[in-house]
């Protein structure tokens, strides 16, 4: 490395001292904390973000979110070329750089990881990339920060393109390395271009049935109110009301926002009886996440749940569906046979029915542990992968070798058999591939598919939840000493340590019909995190209870147990 390289990095450092006491780590999707504790760790994932873009040769992405943390907290992430979630084998490198504890440390470090890694640092080259950042109110600081981190390494280029949700900025770097448009409107373009198209493709038995094409929006006083108020008037055929857009003065995420919704089950602020009987839908604070609720009708505060389980059976039940007419029997052209691997990809927080559900629709399910990086990962191997968590983050991923296939028979049946209803299942497939994300989840592409697929069905949002019946189930979070104690295995179902902790939850979930629980260490706040799912509600909230009391027992200020 050059001298004047040297010292600009040491220069560029020294102006943002680390946090005193704090380890950070990028966890599960980035580093998060208070935002006043930031700085620091947002120049220095901009200094490794422009050496991901020297070492991929390609652009790479860099986000200021903390997505459903409160307003107070932020974070940051990096975008890979693929437009997905930095690569794991770079994390523990992330993990040292943020806690370097001196500008000297700080380049010995980035000094022996290019030559680890044969970076190349000859000038040449040089690093782009792309940022983002959500509606918290610290982000613009922190983006300078970023930038700053950034422009310490010689040449690298960086595109501040302000506000924008986390899976458009994941679009972006993606088209941008796929050499398409990746600007804004692009992407509004491209995802309400190919709404229109299923929308067209509904066969007319269901056009005539009126089913209601009004979703109300809860927007989470974040960056997903805002661009659905832009993304709503450009779509025909489905009207959408958005609350909660964030410029009502309600706080992000504040008794608001998809991961409210879904831990606690209650209406989000603005909502109420008089919704009852209406499809509503609910974003987290960054738009990469989304479930569907309804009023309750015995009692305007409580809701009936659509997560990402229902989401995620809906999509496949559709997929299956459309993949049966393309290769229907009788059809004598071998080629026409779709050969299409089409799998799922849950974790541990799934709801036992809905994995019951998807294997008797004869989809194999994989189990990953939480968080996006892994479900994508899985989702990838297959033809087309769905994945989606319980709190509604996921996708369909549809592999290139077999999309191209599907832009072959399209082509075909163009020549042989245009308007057939072969060739309509073709284009329905064909204008998913472009209307879901194929980056990362995302809450406008996967609200824009639901909405398409209930009109293509004719469905109203209670048809839909009768797919299958939810297990009840309760979601707790313990504060204790130390979560990294708790570690785990088996896609986090097995807490192998603390010695004990597991077989004690063992025994308290051996005395509820249907019972199953497991606890982890949130990789977003600085909790444990319990599920238990039981035959009755009771029964789960009862579980979760006494768990999450044995959790404090072990690890809790108070514990005996250490
Ligand atoms: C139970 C739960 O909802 N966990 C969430 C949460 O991760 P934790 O590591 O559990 O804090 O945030 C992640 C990022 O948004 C998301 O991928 C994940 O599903
Ligand atoms: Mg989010």
């Known amino acids: 490395m050059k001298e004047e390289q040297r010292l600009l990095l040491l220069q560029s450092s020294s102006l943002f001292a680390p946090p005193e006491g704090v380890k950070l780590s ?52 990096i975008v890979d070329p693929s437009g997905g979630m930095l690569s794991q084998e770079w994390e523990p490198f992330a993990d040292q750089l943020a806690n370097a504890e001196t500008p000297e440390a700080l380049l010995s470090l980035i000094t022996e990881f290019i030559e680890k890694e044969k970076i190349p640092f000859d000038g040449v080259q040089t690093a782009e990339i792309l ?29 501040d393109l302000g506000i924008l949700t986390t899976p458009q900025l994941h679009w972006m770097v993606r088209a941008r390395n796929k050499s398409m448009a990746a600007t804004e409107p692009a992407y509004f373009e491209q995802i ?23 979703v109300v929006v809860d927007g989470a006083d974040g960056v997903g109110g805002e661009k659905l108020e832009v993304l709503k008037n450009m779509l025909t055929g489905l009207v959408i009301e958005v609350r909660n857009t964030g410029k009502g003065g309600g706080l992000l995420n504040d008794g608001v926002g998809a991961d409210y919704v879904q831990k606690e089950k209650v209406v989000p602020r603005g909502f109420g009886s008089n919704d009852i009987g209406i499809r509503c839908a609910s974003l ?27 989401m995620l059976s ?38 036992g029915a809905s994995t019951d559900y998807l294997k008797q629709l004869g989809l194999e399910v994989i189990f990953t542990p939480t968080g996006v990086k892994h479900l994508h990962e899985k989702a990838a191997q297959f033809d087309i992968g769905i994945y989606f968590e319980a709190n509604g983050h996921g996708t369909i991923l549809f592999s290139e070798f077999w999309l191209s296939w599907l832009e072959a028979r399209n082509n075909e049946f163009s020549l042989v058999s245009e308007g057939s209803e072969q060739q309509k299942a073709a284009l329905r497939l ?11 989840g995302d809450a406008l592409s996967s609200l824009l598919l639901v909405e398409a697929i209930l009109q293509h069905k004719g469905w109203s ?27 785990t295995t088996n896609a986090e179902t097995i807490a192998v340590s603390p010695p004990g902790i597991q077989e004690a939850i063992d025994a308290e979930t051996a005395k509820y019909s249907k019972g199953r629980c ?45």
């Open 26 to 77: 990028y966890g599960t999707a980035g580093f998060r904390a208070d935002a006043s504790i930031l700085k620091s760790t947002v120049h220095r994932v901009g200094i490794l973000t422009a050496l991901r873009s020297l070492k991929t040769r390609s652009v790479v992405g860099l986000m200021i979110t903390a997505s459903h943390n409160k307003v107070t907290d932020n974070g940051v992430k």
């Open 131 to 159: 940022l983002g950042r959500d509606t918290r109110p610290s982000g613009e600081s922190l983006l300078e920060a970023a930038k700053q981190g950034i422009s310490s390494i010689f040449g690298a280029m960086a595109h």
């Open 192 to 214: 309400s271009s190919s709404f229109r198209c299923l929308v067209e493709l509904i066969p007319n038995e269901t056009k005539s049935n009126k089913m209601d094409n009004r």
């Open 284 to 310: 987290d604070g960054d738009a990469d996440r989304i479930v569907y609720f309804t009023v309750s009708d015995n009692s305007s505060s409580r809701i009936d749940l659509v997560d990402g389980d229902k």
């Open 314 to 351: 809906l999509f496949a039940l559709f997929i299956k569906e459309q993949l049966s007419i393309l290769t229907k029997e009788g059809n004598e052209n071998p080629n026409n046979n779709s050969q299409a691997r089409l799998g799922v990809v849950q974790t541990a927080y799934a709801n």
């Open 430 to 440: 064909l204008s998913v591939s472009k209307l879901i994300n194929q980056a990362v």
């Open 461 to 487: 949002i209670h048809k839909w939840n009768k797919l299958y019946q939810d297990l009840p189930s309760r979601q707790l979070k313990v504060k204790v000493v130390d979560r990294t104690a708790v570690t």
């Open 518 to 562: 497991f606890i982890r260490p949130s990789g977003t706040e600085d909790v444990i995190r319990v599920y238990a799912e039981a035959s009755t509600q009771e029964s789960a909230n009862s579980l979760a209870g006494s768990v999450a009391k044995i959790v404090d027992r072990f690890l809790g200020f108070g514990s005996s147990e250490q």
